[in-house]
């Protein structure tokens, strides 16, 4: 039987959002886990924009996901000047809200998955109106099968 080695792995992981929303992003991370050789660790994801951010929060229920978005509208309203504006009304409350939120996670891996709450779930929140395609990169650090 192969022992386990320490390693380092790097991946990204392509997202196609569609607007403003909370778009999850759990299985897509669970799968890349899985298929990764990754046994016990550390991930980390890192949102490679300053418009859109990355979040663990409840999977249950989802009028959780909209007060959410609704509070970082009433934080970062469109209708309020700024002095950014070259990009679109949307553009500067999306650099706020990405701020105020986060651009990495760092979950605790074990036994090939991560360990998260019974009503965690991970997501990437698109803060500006129109679709993109957003990168984010995944580092496993920690035990993996050869």
């Known amino acids: 039987m192969d022992e386990p080695m320490f390693n380092v792995l790097h991946d990204t992981l392509?997202?196609?959002?569609?607007?403003?929303?909370?778009?999850?992003i759990t299985r897509e991370v669970a799968h890349w886990l899985a298929h990764s050789g990754a046994q016990s660790g550390t991930l980390t994801l890192f949102c490679k924009h300053t418009s859109a951010s990355l979040t663990i929060q409840?999977?249950?229920d989802p009028t959780v996901q909209e007060d959410l978005l609704s509070f970082l509208e009433d934080l970062a309203p469109e209708d309020r000047y700024y002095e950014h504006s070259l990009e679109g009304p949307?553009?500067?409350?999306?650099?706020?809200?990405?701020?105020?939120?986060?651009?990495?996670l760092t979950i605790p891996v074990q036994n090939a998955s991560?360990?998260?709450?019974?009503?965690?779930?991970?997501?990437?929140l698109e803060h500006r109106a129109h679709a993109h395609h957003r990168q984010l990169h995944l580092c496993f650090t920690g035990l993996c099968k050869n």
Not at 90 to 104: N, Y
Not at 114 to 124: E, N
């Open 58 to 60: 409840e999977n249950f």
């Open 14 to 24: 392509s997202i196609k959002t569609s607007g403003k929303r909370m778009h999850t």
């Open 90 to 104: 949307d553009d500067m409350p999306a650099h706020i809200k990405t701020m105020v939120t986060s651009v990495s």
């Open 114 to 124: 991560m360990l998260l709450g019974q009503w965690q779930g991970l997501y990437l």
